[in-house]
């Protein structure tokens, strides 16, 4: 089972700000979160991964909160090519110490011009 | 371009068939995952290899069966299957080590159909 959940769907107007939420209230002290994307037709691409702190990189904003039990995705300004299929996993040790990623539905962003 | 290349990228066969799916990483990972997305379904996670063993097999049939004989190398050898089994099938791999920041790396996909 998926242990974050997030919106089916999202929509917004292209150049705005994005903000994309997840839950993950079972998350343990040593979790990571990590988001990827899916394009239309496309494999499955990294965006970003955080542990406590927010981050930033060139391609989105991790907001993290305090309590670690949600989190959210910022794409500061949309454009038409972040219309995807949004995923946020844990990555965490399984029993055996193996990583087990599992993908849940996702939020697929659409991007209006 | 990613580093994992799998191949073919398109795949017909019938139900008696049998066939193979190859994935091929030289990104020095240690870790490989196969996952297959049905057309509007989420990513559903097959099989994970962690240094060439299995460490998960996702209730998966017995008719798809993996094979990593190396770090470098992951396959999934497939016969009898099902029309249902008709989906894209990813290839991932990642660094399993202490770090639990190592991000997943995937291939381009083969779309199989099942006739």
């Known amino acids: 089972d998926a242990k974050t959940t997030q919106p089916n769907s999202m929509e917004s107007n292209e150049e705005e700000p994005v903000h994309l939420p997840c839950n993950h209230s079972?998350?343990?002290?040593?979790?990571?979160i990590h988001w990827y994307r899916q394009l239309p037709s496309q494999d499955p691409e990294y965006v970003i991964h955080?542990?406590?702190s927010n981050v930033n990189n060139r391609m989105a904003s991790l907001a993290i909160a305090e309590d670690r039990k949600s989190s959210t995705l910022i794409l500061h300004r949309a454009t038409l090519r972040d219309a995807a299929v949004y995923y946020c996993?844990?990555?965490?040790?399984?029993?055996?110490?193996?990583?087990?990623?599992?993908f849940g539905r996702g939020t697929s962003l659409i991007v209006h011009p | 371009e990613t580093g994992v290349t799998q191949t073919p990228r398109h795949l017909v066969m019938g139900m008696t068939n049998k066939k193979s799916l190859k994935c091929e990483q030289h990104?020095?990972?240690?870790?490989m995952y196969w996952y297959k997305q049905s057309a509007k379904k989420p990513l559903e996670l097959m099989f994970v290899?962690?240094?060439?063993?299995?460490?998960e097999n996702n209730s998966v049939p017995s008719r798809f069966s993996p094979e990593c004989p190396n770090s470098s190398h992951l396959f999934l050898h497939l016969h009898t299957l099902q029309p249902e089994d008709s989906a894209l099938y990813l290839c991932?791999?990642?660094?399993?080590?202490?770090?639990?920041?190592?991000?997943?790396?995937f291939g381009s996909g083969t779309q199989l159909s099942v006739l």
């Open positions: 290899y962690s240094l060439e063993e299995r460490v």
């Open positions: 990104l020095g990972h240690n870790a």
């Open positions: 996993i844990l990555r965490g040790k399984e029993s055996g110490g193996s990583y087990i990623p599992t």
């Open positions: 991932a791999s990642s660094s399993q080590s202490t770090g639990l920041n190592e991000k997943l790396f």
């Open positions: 079972t998350i343990s002290g040593t979790d990571y």
């Open positions: 955080g542990l406590t």
